[in-house]
């Protein structure tokens, strides 16, 4: 299958600063998806980009589609205690047969408030 | 506004039982996917189905079997289920096609065989 490699593995970091995560393949994927998951449930969509180059906000949070399209980084800015949770990114392949998706292994996001 | 419900979220089963795992969205969605998820290994799919009637498999079909019932609802059938089959399970759905949609998931199933 497809490998995304994403880093880093986990973050700890005061309330209010910034934080910064990234995805890389060795693929060419059409979309990247960003998701955070809180514990106890399912993966819930940040972000979606659908072209290289693109530049995406939402609320504090920003994310960008490689030029590449072989890689994708998140942003938060100013973080606070609910931004705790496991982000991962997502690339996404389309077919003949329909759409699939590849995910990061995850970045386990710790505000100490 | 349900999403994607799964239903069970928790489940003990012994090994060598067998298991259907429900999974519905009301998105109208043509598409739908069961994943599993392991500690340190994110999220890896299983089967697929594209849109009503048919199906594919992930990176980890073995040890399972799907039925996409109807446009809605997509099961997961462990046959007889291993203790390497504990994990995390989740449904998702998303548009089907050229369009790049998201996929949208459920909460979960956790699944532990003993």
């Known amino acids: 299958g497809q490998q995304l490699n994403q880093s880093p593995q986990s973050m700890f970091i005061q309330e209010g600063e910034d934080v910064s995560m990234n995805c890389t393949s060795s693929?060419?994927?059409?979309?990247w998806l960003w998701y955070k998951q809180d514990p106890g449930e399912g993966p819930v969509l940040l972000i979606a980009l659908y072209k290289a180059g693109e530049l995406t906000s939402n609320g504090r949070l920003t994310a960008q589609f490689g030029i590449t399209r072989k890689d994708s980084f998140l942003n938060i800015s100013a973080s606070i205690p609910s931004d705790v949770g496991i982000y991962f990114c997502a690339g996404q392949l389309l077919f003949d047969t329909g759409n699939q998706f590849y995910f990061g292994t995850g970045t386990s996001l710790t505000v100490i408030p | 506004n349900a999403g994607v419900t799964q239903t069970p979220k928790f489940q003990v089963l012994k090994t060598g039982q067998s298991m259907t795992l429900q999974c519905a969205q009301d998105?109208?969605?043509?598409?739908m996917y069961w994943y599993r998820q392991d500690p340190g290994m994110g999220l890896r799919l299983i089967y697929y189905?594209?849109?009503?009637?048919?199906?594919d498999k992930g990176e980890v079909p073995n040890g399972y079997n799907v039925s996409r019932l109807n446009k809605r609802e997509f099961s997961l059938r462990l046959e007889s289920a291993a203790p390497s089959q504990t994990s995390v399970y989740f449904c998702?759905?998303?548009?089907?096609?050229?369009?790049?949609?998201?996929?949208?998931f459920g909460d979960g199933t956790r699944l532990s065989i003993l």
């Open positions: 693929s060419i994927f059409n979309t």
């Open positions: 998702a759905s998303s548009v089907e096609g050229r369009i790049n949609q998201p996929q949208h």
């Open positions: 998105m109208n969605h043509n598409s």
């Open positions: 189905s594209a849109s009503e009637g048919t199906t």
